[in-house]
């Protein structure tokens, strides 16, 4: 059976020989630099005797018997503000640095910046610079809020114009430690107590793209400012944040004038197909293509397809963040939940993805309602909860630009049907769209690896798309 779609013009998978070379070139600088600084802290902690770990976990497990906590009625649910929220989530003792707007605020200002160092980069760019900075964007409602990014290009300006691409990543959990521009220094970390795994899965596309002569910048999404809690599945949220952040590239080095190409999977797909299906929040920016793979376009689908999954955690990360902003969900969903749930929702937004497989994946969430209800059923039947989610649903809109979307027919994490549905509404108004349908096939027990495998054994095509895409546009 053949493993790719021949519907497109990526049909034809590349030779293994050339996926090969590909990776070699992302993979051999990426390893070689991980390495180094693993040997490097191992080194700095026997000189001195003391723990260095720049990536440690920031997360505080929530204390106290779960079995045993109090019920929350919707009244005192409705009223609580966001101490009482972050003190529910158990993040109460949890630091921040909370960055505060400037009253002249404008959605795309620099606030602050730090250099950093993203691994492999240097060798895939010589003299590279790579610098993180927050910067104000704009959540669903309007309300201006800070947020944070990376950008990378060359130390000098060369003398040929590098388009840039704005990567929206995939799910890496919701807790500051697993965010992007902080998992990027580390690559892979692993930690026993509390249970979790930092692991910086978009790294060999940023290398990618890097290699292919495109500048980058790359999201943390968003947060609630009040309380911390990420905006998760809010591809309203997530668009404005990568908008944003291109714009405030352009005060950091990148020429504000260059095609602009967009980058996103998973979680990343949803804010690169919301931002296409509006583009007329882009008059700020110039986009020339965009590459959106497994984007989520129905999350009350998805909640049924990943519950009893490997990703069963992302759905209390959703919940999550809509407990934190919507005083009518927390009311309606809040006195539902069982000590159990109540005991995940906790853990799980204090970790990153992959400590949330290990401590929620392959769980059935009945357990976790006091009715047995899962946390698909209760998104469904409660009427906020599922207006809430209703609101984020994609493909309502005329992309102004070429776009490749992908899926993967088995995939078990984001449902192939509900992406062809998107594909059909963009085609429906004409717009130029390139579709990828993976055939890999199924693999047992939902463990998400027809969701990402088909992602990774694609990317140097999906790379030169992209890249083919924005070089026609800078001519």
């Known amino acids: 059976m053949a493993l790719f779609s021949r519907s497109t013009p990526l049909a034809r998978p590349y030779s293994p020989v050339r996926l090969m070379r590909t990776w070699s070139k992302i993979g051999v600088p990426l390893v070689a630099d991980f390495w180094t600084q693993v040997l490097k802290e191992s080194a700095e902690e026997f000189l001195t005797d003391q723990p ?5 976990i920031q997360g505080v497990a929530p204390t106290g018997d779960t079995r045993r906590s109090p019920v929350i009625d919707a009244a005192t649910a409705a009223a609580m503000d966001a101490a009482s929220i972050r003190g529910f989530f ?30 492999g980069t240097p060798k895939v760019i010589r003299r590279c610079a790579a610098t993180r900075f927050d910067y104000v964007t704009r959540d669903d409602r309007g309300e201006l809020i800070p947020a944070g990014a990376v950008v990378v290009r060359p130390e000098k300006t060369p003398a040929r114009k590098r388009p840039l691409v704005a990567v929206a990543p995939s799910t890496q959990g919701v807790a500051p430690h697993c ?32 290699a292919k002569g495109m500048d980058v910048v790359f999201i943390d999404y968003p947060r609630d400012p009040a309380t911390g809690i990420q905006l998760y599945a809010n591809h309203t949220a997530a668009g404005r944040a ?16 260059v095609p602009v190409g967009l980058w996103g999977f998973s979680q990343g797909g949803g804010a690169t197909a919301w931002v296409t299906d509006h583009g007329e929040e882009t008059a700020a920016i110039n986009v020339a293509a965009a590459f959106t793979g497994a984007p989520p376009c129905d999350l009350l689908e998805v909640g049924a397809s990943v519950d009893g999954g490997a990703a069963t955690g992302v759905l209390c990360y959703a919940m999550a963040a809509l407990i934190a902003t919507r005083p009518d969900v927390r009311a309606a969903l809040l006195p539902e939940l069982s000590p159990t749930g109540i005991a995940k929702l906790r853990a799980s937004i204090s970790t990153c993805a992959g400590g949330t497989v290990v401590t929620a994946g ?27 989610l209703s609101a984020q649903t994609l493909g309502g809109g005329t992309p102004r630009w070429p776009v490749l979307v992908a899926t993967a027919r088995h995939d078990d994490v984001i449902p192939a049907a509900q992406v062809r549905r998107l594909v059909r509404a963009w085609k429906a108004t004409g717009a130029e769209v390139v579709f990828h349908d993976n055939r890999l096939p199924g693999i047992p027990l939902r463990t998400a690896s027809n ?17 083919a895409r924005l070089a026609a546009a800078g001519r």
């Not at 260095?52 to 440690?56: I, Y």
């Not at 921040?96 to 950093?116: E, I, K, N, Y």
């Not at 969701?451 to 999906?462: R, S």
């Open 52 to 56: 260095v770990r720049p990536w440690q």
């Open 90 to 119: 158990g993040l109460d003792r949890c630091p921040r640095q909370a960055v505060r707007l400037p009253g002249d605020a404008a959605a795309g200002d620099v606030l602050r910046t730090v250099p950093v160092t993203v691994l």
């Open 179 to 210: 965010d992007p521009s902080r998992s990027c220094q580390v690559g892979v970390r692993v930690s026993s107590q509390p249970v979790d795994a930092v692991i910086a899965y978009e790294l060999p596309v940023i290398l990618a793209l890097l």
């Open 242 to 257: 990568l908008i944003d952040a291109v714009v405030a590239a352009g005060q950091l080095g990148i020429d504000p004038d």
């Open 362 to 388: 392959w769980r059935p969430t009945t357990s976790w309602s006091n009715d047995g209800r899962s946390l698909a059923e209760l998104a469904l039947d409660i009427e906020p909860v599922r207006a809430a």
């Open 451 to 467: 969701h990402f495998v088909p992602y990774y054994l694609m990317l140097p095509a999906f790379v030169d798309w992209l890249a």
